[in-house]
Structure formats: C-alpha cells, structure tokens
C-alpha cells in the first residue's frame, strides 16, 4: 500500500508563482523526509530534506514546513521559473537501524508545469 | 565517475527472455538501492545492499527477480522469464550516511520494455 500520499497529481502555475505540494504519512518510524526532482529520462535528484526535530527548512527557493503531529509535510517553491517544470516527488525513510536501512518509500509524484 | 551509472539505456526484450541491468555507483558508497518506477509513479524499492551483503529484499515482485553485488561496488539486477508487468524504469541509487544525512544519487535509469 501507498505509505506517503501525495497531491496534487498535477500543478501548473505562472512564472513567479508559489507552486506548493502537500505529502501525508501514517508511520511514526519514518524519520527522514526529502524531496525529489526529476526530469524526463533521468533519475530523481534530491532537493531538500528535512528530520522531524525541526518543523521548517529553507535551500535557496524550496522550502519544506514539517508538522509532526498531522504527519504531513509540503513543499513550497518560491518565485518558481520555467525550468523548475518537472516532476517531484516526496518521500519518506524510516530510521537508520531498521532493517531496510533507509530505503525510500515515494509518493505517486506531482508534475509542475511553470509557464513563461 | 562523478555519478552512478547504468546500462543498458534501454532494454526491448522479448516475452520470456531473461535479461540483466548493471549499475556502477559512485566510488566508496556503501549502499547501494535498486528501484522499479512504472509509468506516472514514483519509485518503488526493490533491495538494499550494504557492501556485497544483500540486507533487504523485500521489495522484489518475484522469485525471478534476483541482484547480487559480489565484489561491493558494481551491482547487477537480473530478471528471469521476463513478462510484460516487467516493463518499467529501474533505478539504482548509491548513498552514504554522514552522521546527519543520507546522500543518495540516482543513476539515470534503464528502461525495460517487455514486448
């Protein structure tokens, strides 16, 4: 089953505009959260991440806010540009000592579509 | 090189026909992940080796699906009597842990396509 649900499916905005995706987990062991970029034939490159101990994180335009007790977290992309269209993915690892290691475990993906 | 390889690009194979995927990640990178994204969807794990020792392969679809990274470095994902659910992008992805975060890069991908 899904363990991180992500929406919207689909996102398009106007230059400038502050495209915001929303992600939603239910297992507590997860402890290690990040976002994923990824262009058309080639694999997903790591953006931002965020641990639970802190309940917001800001690199350049992105922008992760972490709520703990809804267990959902987002993603926000300020002044977005052209060339932020793609698809992006969040995703959700549990703690280090489990057996998986840190295995991800994805949403279904948002694709961005950001208009001149 | 500077990022985790993967070939082939791409993969046509026949119903039936066993192939293999081969991944070279990044230099000195313990952990090495195999992915399965289908079409529209995100990534699915597959198996986690640390080293040459397979730790986690509880995503594999199938008992025909089988990886092995003999040696800790290049790792190979085969697939045995391919069928056409087979279909799909696999990833493979390198990581290390400093203390604080987990690095991981993907390799850009091979597509198999099962006809």
């Known amino acids: 089953q899904q363990q991180v649900k992500q929406s919207p499916q689909s996102l398009i905005v106007q230059k400038g505009g502050i495209p915001i995706i929303n992600c939603a987990y239910e297992n507590t062991a997860f402890d290690y959260f990040p976002w994923y970029q990824q262009f058309p034939g080639k694999g997903p490159a790591l953006l931002i991440a965020i641990r639970p101990d802190v309940s917001e994180k800001k690199e350049g335009r992105f922008t992760i806010s972490f709520n703990k007790s809804a267990k959902q977290f987002s993603l926000h992309i300020m002044d977005s540009q052209p060339g932020d269209s793609a698809t992006y993915f969040c995703?959700?690892?549990?703690?280090?000592?489990?057996?998986?290691?840190?295995?991800?475990?994805f949403g279904k993906g948002t694709s961005l579509l950001v208009t001149p | 090189g500077a990022g985790v390889s993967q070939s082939p690009r791409y993969k046509v194979a026949k119903r039936g026909q066993d192939v293999a995927l081969r991944c070279d990640p990044i230099?000195?990178?313990?952990?090495l992940f195999w992915y399965q994204q289908a079409l529209g969807q995100g990534p699915e794990f597959l198996t986690y080796?640390?080293?040459?020792?397979?730790?986690?392969k509880s995503g594999l679809p199938s008992d025909r699906f089988f990886a092995e990274r003999p040696e800790g470095s290049v790792s190979t994902l085969k697939i045995q009597r391919t069928q056409q659910e087979d279909s799909a992008v696999y990833l493979c992805?390198?990581?290390?842990?400093?203390?604080?975060?987990?690095?991981?890069?993907f390799g850009s991908g091979t597509r198999l396509t099962v006809v």
């Open positions: 080796f640390q080293n040459e020792a397979q730790l986690d």
């Open positions: 230099s000195g990178h313990v952990s």
């Open positions: 992805a390198s990581s290390f842990f400093n203390g604080e975060s987990y690095g991981y890069t």
């Open positions: 995703a959700a690892s549990p703690d280090l000592n489990s057996n998986s290691g840190y295995a991800l475990n």
